[in-house]
């Protein structure tokens, strides 16, 4: 008999220790992996620098609907699979699908999600797959831990991953069980070690650390046999663990999206997320200027590299996707909205709503084709009807394939402005004195007194957009500042 099938005939008739969580292992119900009209995280690239290769390495992460600094949060590595890297789990598992529907369905609280690249190479590295238990544990987890509001303790941490990274997820995670207590693999490729390696001592450290393991696999599935393996060492030595079947399941995402449906709901049960209430995030100012990517939760919008400003701007954006910012607060009112925006195509409309996607409209700012996707255009529009604190609802709407691009947006106060807009000095005259002045506010000079004659386009701030429309105005181009209009 081959040693493969014998050690799953074996585990097939092995106690297997299931873990109790709500009915789980279960086969997840139609549209667990489907994006749905719920409250959506954010998912993007980041870069940090590797002691394991000597290099900038890049990692996708995911940060839930509503992530605040206020709160701390636990986190999540998610491996792939050989020939894969860090976008393999995004474009093939939908992940960040997969954990926004179960944290909005409340089955499990908010946590993060890193999608590192787990083949780490370098220069002089025979093998980039095993040198990535240094990557991740000398370099990736310390980034972490430094960059984002997460719990830096062992409770709050877990590593998971399919096919070789589920090898790797036994292998890293069983082996430093004082930082991944919980251990999820999937499908465990043949890389996956042998037991008196990954359980030294009978599983001595096992028995007193291993605070969750979860092992599955398809039954049609050739490298059943590595999570056998490990399932029938555990039986031998009474560690407990789940294994979940999934019955005719091959090598594949169905099984993978299935297994993280699943581990994602017991390991939070297993006290993954034992953190209290989340608390909500500080209010913003509706006056500030509002990064788009800053955003509390989104549906179809993609967070992209932008060589001007902050270093990013949201893109991809299409016919009803949207983005929330929660708790902007308006004070005592608003006149009007600004945003940076950018088209190559036919533009589209920006629909401010009020605290949710069909609430109160205060306005809608038109984005026309501006000669590039990038070559960024400050528009604006009248909005009214709006005070106090609010969540901001961006709907975009138009009929092309993809809409605009959106750097940042902001409101204005409405103000009553005394006196005559451009007559800085209030000598009943817009000349090259006023234009003076704005050119000593802008350099530090000389503080203008009456800021509001200053702002000649009504955003909120004395710049240098004002500047050029004095300009404009004194060379005869424009007749009437936009501030006026």
Not at 71 to 94: F, R, T
Not at 384 to 401: P, R
């Amino acid at each position: 008999m081959p040693a493969l099938l014998g050690l799953a005939l074996l585990a097939a008739v092995a106690p297997v220790y299931e873990a109790e969580a709500a009915g789980l292992p279960a086969t997840p119900p139609s549209g667990y992996d489907q994006v749905k009209n719920v409250p959506h995280g954010q998912v993007s690239y980041i870069n940090y620098q590797s002691k394991a290769t000597n290099s900038t390495r890049r990692a996708r992460i995911y940060l839930p609907p509503g992530y605040s600094t206020n709160n701390k949060y636990s986190v999540m590595y998610l491996l792939h699979g050989i020939g894969g890297n860090e976008d393999e789990w995004y474009q093939n598992g939908a992940p960040h699908v997969i954990l926004d529907n179960l944290i909005a369905e409340g089955k499990i609280q908010p946590f993060i999600c890193v999608l590192p690249n787990g083949n780490a190479t370098g220069n002089g590295v025979s093998d980039g797959w095993s040198n990535f238990t240094r990557d991740l544990i000398d370099s990736l987890v310390p980034y972490i831990e430094a960059n984002y509001s997460v719990y830096t303790d062992a409770e709050h941490r877990t590593v998971c991953g399919l096919s070789m990274g589920g090898g790797q997820s036994f292998n890293i995670g069983l082996t430093n069980l004082d930082i991944f207590p919980y251990v999820g693999a999937f499908s465990a490729a043949p890389n996956t070690m042998q037991t008196n390696q990954l359980f030294p001592n009978n599983g001595a450290a096992a028995k007193q650390k291993l605070k969750f393991l979860f092992i599955s696999c398809g039954t049609n599935d050739n490298l059943i046999g590595n999570g056998d393996r490990v399932a029938s060492f555990c039986d031998s030595q009474g560690i407990p663990y789940t294994y979940y079947r999934i019955q005719g399941g091959g090598h594949d995402w169905d099984v993978w999206k299935k297994s993280l449906w699943n581990y994602a709901q017991m390991v939070c049960e297993k006290g993954f997320t034992n953190y209290g209430p989340i608390t909500p995030p500080d209010p913003i100012s509706a006056f500030d200027k509002i990064e788009a990517e800053k955003y509390s939760s989104q549906s179809g919008v993609e967070i992209e590299a932008n060589p001007e400003g902050d270093g990013y701007n949201i893109g991809y954006i299409q016919n009803g996707d949207y983005t929330v910012y929660k708790r902007v607060d308006f004070g005592s009112g608003a006149s009007k909205f600004y945003a940076r925006a950018g088209s190559d195509s036919n533009g589209g409309n920006i629909e401010i709503r009020l605290d949710s996607l069909t609430g109160t409209l205060i306005g809608t700012c038109v984005v026309p084709n501006t000669g590039g996707w990038k070559a960024w255009t400050e528009v604006s529009c009248d909005v009214s009807g709006v005070t106090g604190e609010h969540d901001v609802y961006l709907k975009f709407t138009g009929t092309s394939d993809y809409l605009l691009n959106l750097d940042w947006f902001k409101f204005s106060k409405g103000s009553t402005i005394v006196g005559k807009l451009g007559d800085i000095n209030s000598d009943n005259s817009i000349d090259s004195l006023d234009l003076m002045l704005i050119k000593k506010q802008l350099l530090g000079i000389e503080d203008i007194q009456n800021k509001t004659l200053a702002d000649l386009d009504a955003s909120g701030e004395i710049d240098a957009i004002d500047f050029a429309l004095m300009k404009q105005y004194l060379l005869g181009m424009i007749d009437v500042f936009p501030g006026a209009k």
